[in-house]
């Protein structure tokens, strides 16, 4: 006699909570909006995708097709991820606005989960205009070069990689944000992990494997590594992803901002 009125109760907070995320998820959204940091990094994304697409498809062998164009511009495009996940947590502490913003929402996980919500619409939106920017790009300026290259195949897998990469690797720009509460320590880390510390490592040792981004890159470059595959790969970013995020929370629910 009492299941249906505990489903019924079950329902009822669920949606509460729905309604309440989404709520938070939207005005995490305005402050994003209301950046020109993130507006502009963005945007520079997208042009920088395109920019690399047609420089690399100019100068590859005319073999290459337009996945392997973008998928080569990677590296340098996570910069773009990276930056809005770090800037979407430290612009807050910068100027101390997370003292208005927990007054205004002071459950702390929800918070946190409205922040993340937001980040990933802005980052899954500009990582897949920025893929498909620079697809339509290289396959353009390979075209010009080469007429044959409007019959080869094209497999989307390695785009849908590239764009998951690119959000995944921003998740954990933001978690590292979160747990230092500022602007440049994390944002200099994650860079000089993705563009120096795994690039110079992966030239010394085969343990540079299980860095976040070369597991990650995997994702789309799934045969480039003897060991780890893209589920394996995307196993490992999750897990630096999990550990980083647990250490966030943990220190975002202790302290007093």
Known sequence: MTTKP?????????????????????????????????????LGTVVTGAFLAVALASSAPTATDATDVVTHTVLFLQIGPILIGVLAVATEYAGRQIATT????????????GKAAA??????????????????????????????????????????????????????????????????????????VV???????????????????????LLYLPTTDPVLGARTGTIVLLTWIALTGSAAIAAFRSRDA
């Open 195 to 217: 563009l120096v510390v795994s690039p110079l490592l992966s030239g010394y040792t085969e343990h540079a494997r299980w860095l976040p981004d070369r597991a990650g890159g």
């Open 102 to 113: 927990l007054t205004a929402t002071p459950n702390r996980r929800l918070l946190l989960a």
């Open 6 to 42: 505990t489903r019924t109760a079950a329902v009822r907070l669920a949606r509460t909570a729905a309604v309440r995320l989404a709520r938070t998820t939207a005005a995490e959204l305005v402050k994003l909006r209301g950046l020109p940091a993130i507006l502009g990094t963005a």
């Open 119 to 192: 980040y990933l619409i802005v980052a899954t939106a500009t990582s897949v205009t920025t893929i498909v920017a620079g697809l339509a790009a290289a396959q353009l300026t390979l075209i010009a070069r080469d007429r044959a290259a409007e019959a080869r195949e094209f497999d989307p897998w390695p785009a849908a990689g590239a764009v998951t990469y690119l959000v995944l690797i921003g998740v954990l720009a933001l978690a590292l944000a979160t747990l230092l509460r500022s602007l440049i320590p994390p944002l200099v880390g994650m860079l000089t």
